[in-house]
């Protein structure tokens, strides 16, 4: 019993059991968000996803579909919302695109280019965090960490490790790891897990490669987001190489 | 040897909470008490013995505010810093001490006797200033405790030799209605249930108009009918008592006095929705509340209240087991409760599914507030119409308002709703009032030109909170303190909360220094209408609340400290270089920035 609903006066078909998102995306249509990945469960957090259903706000990755809604998405005001929400998570850390290996592959990155957020604005938090270089294959850099959560997602229901959690709060919320040590070197994590292969932005890398496509050139270089999507979908692999 | 002592008492606590790891977060509640904080042992032994990830215990240490990792002060002293406990000089008797006792405010001294620091509202907002020592709450503190307070932490004597009278907490009811004043005889309601039928009892109860407590004003009926119906092995009651709302107070009363009532309230509920396991969470600063309870429960236990075949009903079976918080505002949110409860970090859940169909442990599960509890104890027994002869049309019966700030009578009033805040500012005796912020933290601020505005669903909806400032005070003070509360209180789930708190914060004493523009002010209502709208609970979704407001109703506060450029940067430059002054051991004229840099 599959039905319809509207998103920006375009229809859009679900089955029973699809959220806005799923069913947005199976249609092609382009709703920008960074913690969701159709692979996992969704998490709701970041909340670059938030539409407006029959004109009050939601998350698409969490609201079921249903027959007749009205979603709205690109208006004016969600893109605004959307700007901000972007600002609000380049200040937060430590975001330095020209000197990134991530630029051109990082999803923080594209979207902004997509809601056309120029400038992050609101004053910097600057937050003292480490980069952890302990790890034979993989590098992590904790002031890239947007807690998309999907590295926790990965290694806890994918790879079976849980090498990845959340501690803190509020805005002391940070990126902790399974190992006596803390450091990722002392943990079971392994450059084949799933858990190396969601990160959106720059903070979980392989080692050992860099700049092997001039940024220019790269993901996001030639497509925006809405066309090519989410940049896990080309991860490669270590093995790959 | 000292870690065979911590894995053996650790073996004790596994073994009284009976190894499961719901139950993980008492445990540590435990283990910090009496360790004064989390040994990395023990975070390593829990996991193991629990067989949950190492990052999961480390992850709950890292969200609850009363819990630590690095050693706290054998005694662990915490004042309230809520702006009524500020107004009351907390403050000043807080750094006294720090300094009698040579620590600073926020740290432990270094022979780890002793730490002092802040924490947020404690409930003591009419008998403060107050403040928690090892947990204990302590009220009316005043300057001249400071001395006898150092020698007996200087002589090492045990807080439970400290002068009793430190610990008191008064009722102090300044006013009854119906419900305070109407008996309730041990057992009624759960009678009355069992003679006229579940579906009698809840014809009665939404007659009767019950509507939650804790401000939101969710029908109580519309809770317990779809729990009774969803299906599920066992059902669940929960009795929210993680008062936690700056400046409420009443669930310390109902819950010190009245605590037959409120239970009597849960089991009245089990027996409509039918559940055999209930939980009140208790907020961590109400410890001294625990035993208490503990003896209650006990006490009906006995006398076939509780437990097994209650009033001789075989099958009727419902008991309850006592959470403690451990400093997490945001638990008052009931999913986020439901998460603290089965042991987690208190993230509110993506809903729905709703807890009525979905709640602790993935069964059905009521969450009410203390005192709504305690009202549908009394409705079952007086009936709807007892109850409706209080009250609006939309808002039926009694609330329980608790007052403090700048007032002559501070304490709890039991007001019908629809009660006006000037008829309330008369009883308590508050005079040449500027402001009253009704509802906490996430509240109204209320200034004299809306004084007729009725306490009510329909109007100004609280959960009891009633702050009163007077015209000497500076509101941006309190707008300060309750942006401090949200940056402290957000959880760090969704963006918008965990970034807009602080970004909130920053400009708001940006405004308070004097260094605001327009443009400041401009933003703040951009990420404020933001918070508002995508967050993803009812905390960001009303953290900007008070500044967003106080913008509204009291413009002047704002305008008469803003600069008049149209831009001033986020931080002062020549106050940036103090640093680099201080390193290079200069203070020369050279070394300054003219007119702070900008």
């Known amino acids: 019993m599959s039905g319809q609903f509207i998103i920006d006066h375009k229809p859009v078909p679900f089955e029973p059991g699809q959220t806005i998102m799923d069913a947005a995306m199976a249609a092609g249509i382009y709703i920008p968000h960074l913690c969701h990945n159709p692979e996992f469960h969704p998490h709701a957090s970041c909340k670059l996803c938030t539409v407006k259903i029959n004109g009050r706000p939601a998350s698409a990755c969490t609201t079921q579909a249903a027959e007749g809604a009205v979603v709205e998405s690109e208006t004016d005001e969600l893109m605004d919302d959307r700007r901000i929400l972007l600002k609000m998570l380049f200040v937060e850390g430590n975001h330095v695109c020209p000197a990134c290996e991530k630029s051109g592959r990082c999803q923080l990155q594209a979207v902004a280019y997509y809601c056309n957020m120029l400038a992050p604005e609101f004053t910097h938090f600057y937050p003292q965090r480490d980069v952890d270089a302990s790890h034979p294959d993989m590098v992590i850099d904790f002031n890239r960490c947007i807690l998309c959560n999907l590295c926790v997602r990965a290694s806890r229901d994918v790879d079976g490790k849980d090498v990845f959690a959340i501690s803190g709060r509020g805005i002391g919320s940070h990126l902790i790891i399974s190992s006596p040590s803390g450091r990722l070197g002392d943990s079971a994590f392994d450059a084949e897990d799933k858990a190396a292969q969601v990160c959106p932005v720059g903070a979980i890398m392989l080692k050992h490669q860099g700049y092997d496509v001039p940024i220019g050139q790269r993901l996001y270089d030639q497509e925006p987001v809405s066309v090519v999507g989410d940049v896990a979908k080309y991860v490669v692999k270590k093995h790959d190489q | ?598």
């Open chain 2, 1 to 598: 040897m000292a870690e065979i002592t911590i894995t053996d008492r650790i073996d004790g606590l596994l073994g009284q909470w009976g190894n499961q790891p719901q139950n993980l977060l008492q445990i540590l509640i435990r283990v910090q008490q009496s360790l004064h904080h989390i040994p990395a042992t023990a975070i390593d032994y829990l996991a193991r013995k629990l067989g949950c990830p190492q990052v999961q215990v480390e992850g709950l240490v890292g969200f609850y505010s009363f819990l630590h990792v690095e050693p706290r002060g054998s005694y662990d002293i915490l004042f309230s810093d809520n702006i009524t406990d500020r107004m009351l000089g907390g403050q000043g008797v807080a750094a006294a001490l720090a300094e009698r006792l040579g620590v600073a405010l926020g740290t432990t001294r270094s022979d780890g006797r002793v730490s002092v620091g802040y924490t947020f509202c404690t409930g003591m907002g009419d008998q403060g200033p107050a403040a928690l020592v090892n947990g204990y709450t302590m009220t009316r503190l005043t300057p001249d405790r400071i001395g006898q307070m150092v020698e007996l932490i200087e002589g090492a004597v045990p807080v439970t030799d400290w002068p009793q009278e430190w610990f008191v907490v008064e009722d102090n009811i300044q006013r009854r209605d119906i419900l305070l004043q109407t008996a309730l005889p041990d057992g009624a309601a759960i009678d009355r249930v069992l003679e006229i039928g579940v579906d009698a009892l809840l014809q009665e109860m939404d007659a009767s108009g019950l509507r939650g407590r804790g401000g939101a004003g969710f029908g109580t009926a519309l809770k317990w009918r779809p729990c009774r119906e969803a299906t599920g092995a066992d059902r669940v009651v929960v009795c929210n008592a993680d008062e936690g709302e700056p400046g409420t107070f009443k669930d310390r009363l109902l819950l010190q006095r009245y605590a037959d009532r409120v239970v009597e309230g849960m089991t009245l509920c089990a027996a409509v929705i039918g559940a055999s396991k209930g939980f009140i969470y208790l907020r961590g600063e109400y410890l001294y509340l625990l035993k208490g309870l503990e003896a209650e429960l006990q006490r009906r236990r006995e006398s076939g209240l509780l437990g097994r075949s209650i009033r001789g009903r075989e099958g009727f079976d419902f008991d309850i087991e006592i959470h403690l918080g451990a400093g997490a505002y945001i638990c008052g949110e009931e999913s986020a409760l439901i998460e603290s409860l089965e042991g987690k970090r208190g993230h509110p859940r993506v809903r729905p599914p709703f807890p009525v169909t979905s709640g602790y442990m993935g069964l059905p599960t009521v969450v009410n507030n203390v005192e709504t509890f305690m009202a549908a104890a009394m409705i079952g027994v007086q009936g709807a119409e007892w109850f409706r002869s209080r009250g609006t049309e939309e808002s039926s019966g009694t609330k329980l308002l608790t007052i403090s700030g700048d007032c002559a009578r501070p304490g709890i009033y039991e007001y019908p709703y629809g009660v006006t805040v000037e008829q309330v500012l008369t009883d308590c005796g508050a005079q040449d009032v500027q402001a009253v912020q009704v509802a906490g933290a996430a509240g109204s601020c209320v200034p004299p030109s809306e004084f007729g505005r009725q306490i009510a669903f329909e109007d100004l909806a609280t959960g009891g909170s009633f702050m009163i400032f007077n015209q000497g005070r500076d509101l941006l003070e309190m707008v300060e303190n309750f942006a401090a509360f949200f940056v402290h209180e957000s959880c760090g789930f969704c963006t918008p909360c965990r970034v807009g708190t602080s970004l909130m914060h920053k400009r708001l004493t940006k405004v308070v220094v004097g260094h605001a523009t327009r443009a400041d002010m401009e933003r703040m209502c951009d990420i404020g209408a933001l918070m508002r709208k995508a967050s993803h609970c009812g905390l960001g979704q009303t953290a900007a609340n008070c500044i967003l407001g106080t913008m509204d109703s009291f413009p002047a506060l704002y305008a008469e400290r803003l600069r008049s450029t149209s831009f001033e940067p986020a931080f002062d430059l020549d106050a940036s270089l103090q640093e680099a002054r201080e390193i290079t051991g200069r203070d020369d004229p050279g070394a300054h920035l003219k007119g702070g840099g900008v």
